[in-house]
């Protein structure tokens, strides 16, 4: 791999990246952000995993996944049994779980085992569709879920663990390594690579440059109205980046408050119903002395939208103002935001476990309340949020600020 001219897609400014060696990760000099990984390895060795991975996803799905004994009571579950249970009475949640947890995962497995062992050329519609399958892949997130839930259950009963359950670790643990290895990036580059010039001395704005912010193609903006890779409209950045933030978060602030106040799961247990909220969880976790699963759902429930949702306008605020002056440490509070977003879906999948698993003990019945549809929501939209930010406005506005204070200066 030869060195090349690249257009950083975080700061919009062109870097000279050297030839690859193992071990070595390529950062921007600018902003920070990675443009090439120390660890790449082949899309074949990438398909050979991820068909390993979706034996053991078959495998685990049918076969019991663990077992529940209580007073004498004793029930055995599959990850298959969800979906029977979920399907009575709360439909929607069930679409939320198949999606994120096997659907999305599927078919980014499948797409990599057909491109890499089966050299399937990918299309358009391929690499878009890989790259929402990428983007919303969650088994991480479910993974850990899981180990909240078992925390949970183990103070209502004996459980104990089962083949399937070491098959999903296993799958789990596959996939997120083919998540890593595998970006969209990846199939994008085999279907059309970029091939613009690019000078080292100005940004890609001021040479007509267009990094499309969906598959990262850099093209001349005055030769094409729209994305040659992906026909996305030819913007230099997001397209009404700002007010579709704005209006995102303002709907994720609505939803913030319902889905705290009001119950996400409602009890029932010897004919006692009671409903607890997201605190109520986090607090039954504190007393079962598990202070620091109680301490990571407080900060992926609680804090992280608020963190997410403040950073953001605080971002919008500071861009409208061109008041930046390091955009380098804004850029990365950015890169966090987008990270950690997911991660707040651990409390929906902790409620889809505990609804599943419990209702099928007989010992006592736990359901969904209306406020985990809402707080879902709440997630969705800050992701959605973030990906309309144009991270890029941050060094618009910085150089921008610059120029205005160069010109004073010279006055």
């Known amino acids: 791999m030869q060195q090349q001219v690249v257009l950083c897609r975080s700061c919009d400014k062109p870097v000279l990246l050297p030839p690859y060696q193992k071990g070595i990760k390529a950062v921007c000099p600018h902003c920070g952000a990675t443009l090439r990984s120390g660890h790449l390895v082949s899309l074949h060795t990438t398909a050979i995993v991820a068909l390993s991975a979706l034996i053991l996803l078959f495998n685990s799905i049918f076969v019991p996944f663990l077992s529940i004994e209580s007073l004498g009571i004793y029930e055995e579950m599959s990850l298959s049994s969800i979906f029977s249970v979920l399907k009575t009475d709360w439909s929607s949640l069930l679409y939320i779980f198949l999606a994120f947890t096997f659907l999305l995962p599927f078919v980014m497995l499948l797409q990599q085992v057909l491109a890499g062992l089966f050299r399937l050329q990918p299309e358009r519609r391929f690499c878009k569709l890989y790259a929402l399958c990428h983007r919303f892949c969650m088994v991480d997130v479910f993974v850990f879920g899981i180990l909240v839930s078992l925390v949970k259950l183990t103070s209502l009963a004996s459980v104990q663990f089962h083949v399937g359950f070491f098959l999903g670790l296993a799958f789990s643990l596959m996939l997120i390594w083919c998540w890593v290895k595998a970006p969209p990036r990846l199939m994008w580059d085999m279907f059309k690579e970029s091939q613009v010039p690019i000078e080292l001395e100005r940004r890609g704005i001021e040479q007509g440059l267009v990094c499309c912010p969906r598959c990262g ?45 009001y119950p996400v799961m409602y009890t029932d247990y010897m004919g006692s119903n009671q409903g607890s909220n997201i605190i109520d969880g986090v607090i039954s976790l504190w007393q079962m002395n598990s202070e620091v699963i109680a301490l990571i759902i407080l900060c992926a429930s609680i804090f992280i939208p608020v963190f997410k949702i403040l950073m953001l306008m605080c971002l919008i605020c500071l861009t409208h103002s061109a008041k930046i002056k390091k955009p380098a440490l804004l850029s990365r509070i950015y890169r966090v935001i987008s990270f950690i977003g997911k991660w707040s879906m651990i409390d929906v999948f902790v409620v889809i476990i505990m609804s599943s698993t419990v209702r099928m003990s007989g010992l006592l019945t736990i359901n969904p309340g209306f406020a985990i549809i809402a707080f879902c929501s709440v997630v969705l939209i800050t992701m959605a949020a973030a990906e309309n930010f144009d991270e890029r406005l941050l060094w618009d506005n910085s150089l921008e600020n610059k120029a205005q204070e160069k010109g004073t200066h010279h006055d």
């Not at 094409?224 to 980046?241: F, G, M, N, T, V």
């Open 217 to 261: 193609m850099v093209y001349k903006a005055a030769e094409h109205q729209r994305c040659p890779r992906c026909e996305a409209p030819a913007h230099y950045r997001i397209s009404q980046s700002m007010q579709k933030t704005v209006a995102l978060l303002a709907a994720a602030l609505i939803l913030y408050l319902p889905s705290n106040l």
